[in-house]
């Protein structure tokens, strides 16, 4: 079965960096990309980027752009999510989500991992 | 980008009476080509990831009972359940997945009467 699992909860200082893994198994990763989604305490959700698991193509949204960078182990089936510069802003639930492997194929999420949540204090 | 409004923000049922949530979109998701509207219902319980209750506007997803049905095209959509169960307690989402970036709608709290 289609799997995905995060890494667990971490707690970090303002200006600092978080890196959070999506370990995936039950599918082709290579046939698919993954997207990153957010979810701040009490609030709604918000996409935050996009990478193909073939290719390594990427598509960020315009609001973190310059802050997120995705990338991916296609010989682990594992994605990861870098965000740097992090505000009290950026405290969140984070979740991967199996998506298109191409941006033309990037459509509604079936498969989510379980969420990490990064706090900023 | 898209802007996908919901309505209400909350919603009380009494169980076993239909509950009826909307969303609008700014712009229309119908793709003509295809005849598709690109649109998308999840469900989220507390401390869950979302789960995909409908896609395509109105197609449910394997496993997803058969009270819940969406409706809808263009710009207005609705997601209808009928027969209310204690279960189905949540917040639900509409996605818009016609344009990029993706974007939710605020979410719509449904509760129990």
Do not use: H
Not at chain 1, 40 to 66: C, F, H, R, V
């Amino acid at each position: 079965q289609v799997q995905l699992v995060q890494s667990g909860a971490e707690v970090k200082k303002p200006g600092a960096s978080v890196r959070v893994s999506c370990e995936t198994s039950g599918y082709t990763f290579i046939s698919y990309g993954i997207s990153w989604v957010r979810q701040a305490p009490g609030q709604g959700l918000e996409w935050m980027g996009w990478i193909s698991g073939s290719n390594g193509n990427t598509d960020y949204s315009q609001k973190l752009q310059g802050r997120i960078t995705l990338a991916t182990d296609t010989f682990t089936g594992t994605a990861f999510m870098e965000l740097r510069g992090l505000t009290s802003d950026d405290t969140a639930v984070y979740y991967c989500a199996r998506d298109g492997w191409a941006v033309a194929s990037t459509l509604f999420w079936e498969y989510w991992g379980q969420g990490t949540l990064i706090t900023v204090s | 980008d898209t802007v996908m409004t919901q309505s209400p923000d909350s919603l009380a049922v009494s169980l076993g009476e239909r509950a009826t949530i909307n969303c609008k979109s700014s712009q229309s998701v119908l793709y003509t080509s295809n005849n598709k509207n690109y649109l998308a219902w999840y469900q989220q319980k507390p401390g869950q990831p979302p789960k995909l209750l409908i896609y395509w506007a109105s197609t449910r997803q394997s496993g997803v009972p058969d009270r819940f049905s969406g409706s809808g095209s263009g710009t207005d959509f609705t997601l209808t359940i009928t027969s209310l169960q204690a279960e189905d307690v949540a917040v639900y989402y509409c996605q818009q997945y016609f344009t990029t970036p993706r974007t939710f709608g605020q979410g719509t709290k449904l509760e129990i009467k």
